[in-house]
């Protein structure tokens, strides 16, 4: 079975750019997690959806971080305008609503310049 | 609240030696604990959970982890250590409880394996 699929799996970008980061959670989940890390800042849980709908967008940092679930297969994490202290791997993940595991893609590395 | 100490961010262990990688947490509810292994440049990969039901959980690649409630503790064992166990692991938690995904993970604790 397919895993998470996240896009890209790197991206360098200059600060003030817009980055658009992708995910495919795994089919059939219902819940999809955005989490970011950094060496500092470890783990952090930015956005969960629940059948499309966010949830608790409590850790997402500042308004310039967007994310957005259009359907049950699809889901995007937006930075405008970027800045280097968003440099960091961000990793999306799904869950099944009667399970408690999370499955996490293999990670979208962030360089913003 | 609920959260979760890993002690020690880095650990190493010589091959063929026992690994123990320590981890407490803290929660009002009864707990989900999850243990994770990201390898180098890779996502986070489940090794073993704990939901309430035998207290001595069995995970992938030899690894297993004890539920003691009493010392608020879960940490992860394996009797030998290999080469290829080089990685960094995550103690997570969550609350038992349905609608509520909000995860926390410790801070990891990467572990070396000499020769």
């Known amino acids: 079975d397919a895993g998470v699929i996240q896009s890209p799996r790197h991206e360098v970008t200059e600060m003030g750019q817009e980055v658009t980061l992708r995910c495919k959670p795994i089919?059939?989940?219902?819940?999809l997690f955005w989490y970011r890390q950094t060496m500092m800042r470890g783990l952090e849980l930015l956005i969960y959806f629940n059948n499309n709908v966010p949830i608790d967008d409590s850790g997402m940092p500042e308004d310039r971080f967007s994310a957005k679930m259009p359907n049950a297969s699809f889901s995007t994490l937006k930075i405008q305008p970027s800045e280097p202290r968003d440099s960091a791997v961000y990793f999306c993940?799904?869950?099944?609503?009667?399970?408690?595991?999370?499955?996490f893609g293999e990670g979208s590395w962030l360089t913003v310049v | 609240a609920q959260s979760v100490t890993q002690l020690g961010s880095h650990v190493s262990v010589s091959e063929g030696a026992l690994v123990l990688l320590r981890c407490n947490y803290s929660s009002s509810v009864p707990p989900y604990l999850f243990w994770y292994v990201q390898y180098p440049n890779q996502g986070l990969q489940l090794l073993l959970k704990?939901?309430?039901?035998?207290?001595l959980v069995k995970g992938i690649n030899g690894f297993e982890a004890e539920f003691k409630k009493s010392e608020t503790s879960f940490h992860l064992t394996k009797p030998s250590a290999h080469m290829s166990d080089a990685a960094e692991y995550f103690c997570a938690v969550s609350p038992a409880s349905s609608g509520t995904y909000k995860y926390i993970f410790g801070t990891g604790t990467r572990l070396k394996v000499l020769a």
């Open positions: 089919s059939g989940h219902d819940y």
């Open positions: 704990y939901t309430s039901a035998a207290t």
């Open positions: 993940a799904s869950s099944f609503s009667s399970g408690n595991t999370i499955y």
